[in-house]
């Protein structure tokens, strides 16, 4: 695993261009919903490893393994809690067969889902989900990790002290938050990614709106952080169907204006969340070219 300064000397060597998004294109795929995508993905592993490989084609230099929901609190429900470790590393092994190429890594989030993760009483709990599947994602050759679409300080703090006491590298921490930069905890997100920063390789955002906000929500984090700041907006707004699934409407060539945009107000990590599709991160290395 690379250590946060050897991952940050690559970014300052021009890596730039994360994946896009996911478990929308595996539900496009055939994934159904609502179902234990990690599970899924194992069962059928040609349908994202055809993904990744098309988003490596499009210019993507670090993939997100399909590791986001892979806790063995939430592995839970489908039986699997008890092979957390084993799950990670062969999910970190089949995105680094789709695109060798690439960095891979290794995807921790959110457990707001399974209890109560703003409450300082389960640090002991977040703890312990987080460091076995660290252990399992570094077992499996993640090249760093990514703990994203978080909504509380605490979750970042349980994350670190277990990244910490696994001996994990590069970590990256991105927040989900509103159009004013608040968290989901209503607390101003700038002063929480600077005391990240200390140790974090990158800090920033994902799963918001790709719109006229997002690059002042990367310039109002610029100002106070010195490390590299993530960018990983939505494409666009979603509009709930009638099978009630979310569907983003933004094409690929607004999106990447919009990235362009929060680049030169400070972004060096950009890629796509919810909605986008390997076209839209074509479309924004591109823009680079």
Not at 105 to 127: H, V
Not at 230 to 256: Q, R, T
């Amino acid at each position: 695993m690379l250590t946060k300064e050897q991952f940050q000397e690559k970014i300052a060597a021009g890596l730039r261009f994360l994946d896009g998004a996911t478990g929308s294109n595996l539900q496009k795929a055939g994934m159904p919903k609502g179902c234990c995508t990690e599970k899924w993905v194992l069962e059928n592993p040609e349908i994202l490893t055809a993904l990744q490989r098309a988003y490596a084609a499009a210019g993507s230099q670090i993939l997100y393994a399909p590791t986001f929901q892979a806790q063995p609190i939430a592995l839970e429900r489908v039986g699997l809690a008890e092979k957390a470790e084993e799950v990670n590393t062969k999910l970190v092994a089949l995105s680094r067969s789709a695109a060798p190429e690439c960095l891979i890594a290794g995807d921790l989030t959110t457990l707001a889902a399974f209890c109560e993760s703003w409450n300082p009483d389960n640090i002991d709990l977040l703890i312990e989900n987080y460091r076995r599947q660290i252990r399992g994602l570094m077992d499996g050759g993640a090249d760093l990790l990514i703990a994203e679409t978080l909504m509380y300080p605490l979750e970042a703090e349980a994350i670190m002290a277990a990244a910490e006491m696994e001996g994990a590298g590069a970590v990256m921490y991105s927040f989900v938050m509103t159009a004013d930069g608040s968290l989901y905890s209503g607390q101003d997100a700038v002063p929480v990614l600077k005391d990240l920063s200390e140790n974090a390789a990158a800090v920033g955002f994902n799963c918001v709106a790709a719109d006229m906000m997002t690059p002042y929500l990367v310039r109002k984090i610029a100002k106070e952080i010195r490390i590299p700041i993530l960018c990983k907006p939505n494409a666009g707004n979603p509009v709930i169907n009638s099978a009630g699934v979310p569907e983003y409407d933004m094409n690929p060539e607004d999106f990447a204006k919009i990235l362009l945009d929060c680049h030169r107000s400070g972004a060096k990590l950009l890629g796509g969340c919810c909605g986008t599709t390997p076209e839209h991160i074509a479309a924004l290395t591109g823009i680079f070219e």
